[in-house]
């Protein structure tokens, strides 16, 4: 069920981003007055064709759907009527071109900021910033965070939520900051702590760099009582119920939930003696954990999740809107933001201080939209819009092939006064191919890892 749900999830990505931006390129063409042959989703042989229009413009899917491209009359590409020579693409002038190729990319970015304003406007969910135990000799701790403060600003950057705490701290660590911290305490009082990020290293940005500092999220006591029972688990085979009290497993005692996942990872593939509170009674239950992968580590899990106080879960939730027109100021921001933020975590992996490993591929990214489908529609519109401000983002960039590599000729032309030689562009051309395919292989290599390591 959920490789069909990450399957599903992914597709749709995929064909929203995909037609959304050859739409930008159609959309201006058709605008500038140049005539469309193919509108396709997808390369290779079509799946579906229909002609549609005056022009008898091909609407295409075709049978590999990764991307896809709009066919636009050129002289380069075949022979053109004397009649249609001026709805070319060839024939117009270099800011048409040039405005043509610059709409695929702004038609993802207008995408993403049309994606945050519902957002914003819907509301998004999340943790209040809310501080647990703070470990010793870590960089909290020397900053002199406390137990049950509430992070409120970062820098000059207002925040809600965890995930906003995460952001804010994960640009100023790229940029290797030292950060002012406004928290608020449990009377109410505020203060400012100091906190240098310069510590974290590249690897360190790769996994939870938040733990890394000492700032953990405040979690209430969960005792370890069974709140659901995942179907055909090891749990469910053993006979475990919903409502069931864990105490003991293999004799240890069990206090909380932690406890007992603690201990049953531990045990791996071995059997875990579990004695259970059940209506006043106490029974026995034997469980053999199903072995799983996580970060590298084997670990054993039995498919139970806990009974969740849901009045103390409100008081640590919060839902974040914002009226239409702080909405949408909101998301112009986001996604300017976030677009600089990907130049500057691509320029800092060029120049050595941010890890390669970074870099997904499509495997990831399929399954990030699987997670976010399941955890519902406020998350799965944010992976939508961040996808296609990378999409916007990755096309803008200098290199022949892609949206960015045919305006850098523009503006070379626009520079020069004429157009760059063939062999120029065929040099340009070649050394495209070849960052395309070595970033094409780092994905890969990367995705190919995860699923190995777990």
Same mark, same amino acid.
């Given at each position: 069920?959920?490789?069909?749900?990450?399957?599903?999830?992914?597709?749709?990505?995929?064909?929203?981003?995909? %037609?959304?931006?050859? +739409?930008?390129?159609?959309? &201006? *063409? /058709?605008?500038?007055?140049?005539?469309?042959? $193919?509108?396709?989703? #997808?390369?290779?042989?079509?799946?579906?064709?229909?002609?549609?229009?005056?022009?008898?413009?091909?609407?295409?899917?075709?049978?590999?759907?990764?991307?896809?491209?709009?066919?636009?009359?050129?002289?380069?590409?075949?022979?053109?009527?004397?009649?249609?020579?001026?709805?070319?693409?060839?024939?117009?002038?270099?800011?048409?071109?040039?405005?043509?190729?610059?709409?695929?990319?702004?038609a993802n970015f207008l995408l993403a900021v049309l994606l945050?304003?519902?957002?914003?406007?819907?509301?998004?969910?999340?943790?209040?910033?809310?501080?647990?135990?703070?470990?010793?000799?870590?960089?909290?701790?020397?900053?002199?965070?406390?137990?049950?403060?509430?992070?409120v600003k970062v820098g000059d950057e207002p925040v809600q939520?965890?995930?906003? %705490?995460?952001?804010? +701290?994960?640009?100023?660590? &790229? *940029? /290797?900051?030292?950060?002012?911290?406004?928290? $608020?305490?449990?009377? #109410?009082?505020?203060?400012?702590?100091?906190?240098?990020?310069?510590?974290?290293?590249?690897?360190?940005?790769?996994?939870?760099?938040?733990?890394?500092?000492?700032?953990?999220?405040?979690?209430?006591?969960?005792?370890?009582?069974?709140?659901?029972?995942?179907?055909?688990?090891?749990?469910?085979?053993?006979?475990?119920?919903?409502?069931?009290?864990?105490?003991?497993?293999?004799?240890?005692?069990?206090?909380?939930?932690?406890?007992?996942?603690?201990?049953?990872?531990?045990?791996?593939?071995?059997?875990?003696?579990?004695?259970?509170?059940?209506?006043?009674?106490?029974?026995?239950?034997?469980?053999?954990?199903?072995?799983?992968?996580?970060?590298?580590?084997?670990?054993?899990?039995?498919?139970?999740?806990?009974?969740?106080?849901?009045?103390?879960?409100?008081?640590?939730?919060?839902? &974040?809107?914002?009226?239409?027109?702080?909405?949408?100021?909101?998301?112009?921001?986001?996604?300017?933001?976030?677009?600089?933020?990907?130049?500057?975590?691509?320029?800092?992996?060029?120049?050595?201080?941010?890890?390669?490993?970074?870099?997904?591929?499509?495997?990831?990214?399929?399954?990030?939209?699987?997670?976010?489908?399941?955890?519902?529609?406020?998350?799965?519109?944010?992976?939508?819009?961040?996808?296609?401000?990378?999409?916007?983002?990755?096309?803008?960039?200098?290199?022949?092939?892609?949206?960015?590599?045919?305006?850098?000729?523009?503006?070379?032309?626009?520079?020069?006064?004429?157009?760059?030689?063939?062999?120029?562009?065929?040099?340009?051309?070649?050394?495209?191919?070849?960052?395309?395919?070595?970033?094409?292989?780092?994905?890969?290599?990367?995705?190919?890892?995860?699923?190995?390591?777990?």
């Amino acid at each position: 069920m959920n490789l069909l749900i990450t399957v599903v999830a992914f597709a749709i990505a995929l064909g929203v981003l995909i %037609v959304i931006h050859e +739409l930008g390129h159609y959309i &201006v *063409a /058709r605008f500038c007055g140049v005539k469309v042959l $193919r509108f396709s989703v #997808g390369f290779g042989k079509p799946v579906y064709s229909r002609p549609v229009g005056a022009d008898r413009t091909e609407w295409v899917i075709a049978a590999i759907p990764l991307g896809g491209y709009v066919k636009m009359l050129d002289e380069r590409e075949g022979r053109v009527a004397p009649e249609e020579l001026g709805r070319a693409f060839n024939r117009q002038s270099v800011w048409r071109r040039f405005v043509i190729v610059l709409a695929g990319p702004a038609a993802n970015f207008l995408l993403a900021v049309l994606l945050y304003w519902f957002l914003f406007l819907y509301g998004v969910q999340g943790m209040r910033p809310v501080l647990g135990p703070v470990p010793p000799e870590t960089h909290a701790a020397a900053a002199a965070f406390r137990t049950g403060e509430t992070i409120v600003k970062v820098g000059d950057e207002p925040v809600q939520t965890w995930q906003e %705490v995460r952001w804010a +701290l994960l640009k100023q660590a &790229v *940029a /290797r900051a030292s950060v002012n911290i406004e928290v $608020r305490g449990r009377g #109410g009082e505020i203060d400012w702590r100091r906190l240098d990020l310069s510590v974290l290293s590249p690897e360190d940005l790769d996994s939870d760099f938040l733990r890394k500092l000492g700032l953990l999220s405040y979690q209430p006591t969960v005792k370890a009582v069974v709140g659901r029972v995942v179907a055909a688990s090891p749990a469910a085979r053993a006979g475990l119920r919903e409502g069931d009290e864990i105490i003991e497993v293999n004799g240890l005692p069990v206090a909380r939930w932690e406890d007992l996942v603690k201990e049953v990872r531990a045990l791996g593939a071995r059997p875990a003696n579990l004695l259970v509170s059940r209506d006043g009674a106490r029974v026995a239950v034997q469980v053999i954990p199903d072995m799983v992968v996580e970060s590298g580590t084997r670990v054993g899990k039995i498919g139970i999740a806990p009974r969740i106080d849901r009045a103390e879960l409100q008081r640590l939730l919060v839902q &974040v809107r914002y009226p239409p027109d702080r909405a949408l100021l909101k998301a112009l921001g986001k996604t300017w933001e976030t677009s600089v933020f990907s130049l500057q975590m691509l320029w800092k992996m060029i120049v050595g201080e941010v890890s390669w490993r970074n870099v997904s591929g499509p495997i990831t990214i399929a399954d990030y939209a699987g997670q976010s489908a399941q955890m519902g529609l406020a998350a799965y519109v944010g992976f939508l819009a961040l996808i296609s401000i990378s999409l916007g983002v990755l096309n803008l960039l200098p290199i022949p092939l892609l949206d960015g590599g045919h305006l850098m000729y523009y503006m070379a032309e626009i520079i020069r006064g004429r157009p760059p030689s063939e062999r120029a562009m065929e040099i340009g051309q070649q050394v495209g191919i070849a960052l395309l395919i070595t970033l094409m292989a780092f994905a890969l290599y990367n995705d190919i890892n995860r699923l190995i390591s777990g």
